[in-house]
């Protein structure tokens, strides 16, 4: 009896370890639940290993549809529906030129956005950069869009008013701004001369106009170098955009801040002139130690020991410093 109580003692044993093993505790640290954990893992390796099957060679190779939902989606990382300009050139253009091509066979041309007078042109207006071309209309004026493309913004921005921005397969994008209505939305495929929206006089305007910007990877170029506002035509098919170009030319803000150093030098070179054959300078309105000293590249000290002046001394009016 006692040798049955043992052997049937020891099945038992057998038993709960292989059920044990089989459910994950064979460690002795796994903990409740985690069998289930254990089952659902399996399943979804048993789920990815039948997509793995049921996908033929010629869909293992074909590219992510993720990458060209939008155009121009090798030279852009994003596609951004709510900021005007989120893109920055100087990070995205890596070499010294591009060649963009502007119209090519197969698409739907150039159009003009709308044909007027020119109010506006590129460059720097009284106390801020213009960077578009203004073309003077009258309010519910048709505006269409330049080449074929797809719209990447289409809302209301500060400054712009209502704008509509959109992208081409060249990489430019093409903006419309101060319009009275928006035609179109984001996503939505144009066609080069199809209707975006009307004309008018919504955000920062002084009178119905269409401001119209040419950007790449959201440096703004000049329209005039592609357009011919007279004829109304593209000047010619492709362009190159030299980095050289960008600098020299159309990134308005650091052109500005350098014609300011220069003026800055200029008014130095200029102050320094004014020094007599012996080193002395002639004190004028608003004039102090400290300032002639950082004109000229000293210290205050040096002025006083040379002056027998006080670093507090006031100078007077046509009174000579010598430097």
Partial sequence: MKKITIIFTIICVAFFNVNAIANGFHDGKSK????????????????????????????????????????????????????????????????????????????????????GPLTSVFGWRKYRPHYGTDIDLETGDQIVSAFDGMVRLAKYCQGYGNCVIVRHNNGLETVYGHLSRILVEPGQIVNAGELIGLGGNTGRSSGSHLHLEFRYLGQALDTEDFIDYEKGELKTNEFVLRKIDVENKYDLRALHNRHKRDIGYARASNSKSKLSKKGYYKVRKGDNLGKIAKRYHTSVKVLCKKNRLKPNSVLRLGQRIKI
């Fill in 32 to 115: 409740p639940g985690d069998d289930k954990k254990s089952k659902a893992k399996r399943e979804d390796t048993t789920k990815f290993v039948i997509n793995l099957e049921n996908v033929t060679e010629n869909e293992e190779e074909s590219p992510d549809t993720n990458l060209i939902l939008f155009p121009s989606h090798d030279l852009y990382a994003s596609w951004d529906t709510l900021m005007a300009h989120p893109y920055k050139f100087n990070e995205s253009f890596k070499s010294d030129s591009v060649v963009i091509q502007l119209i090519a066979n197969g698409d739907g041309g150039f159009s003009m956005p709308i044909k």
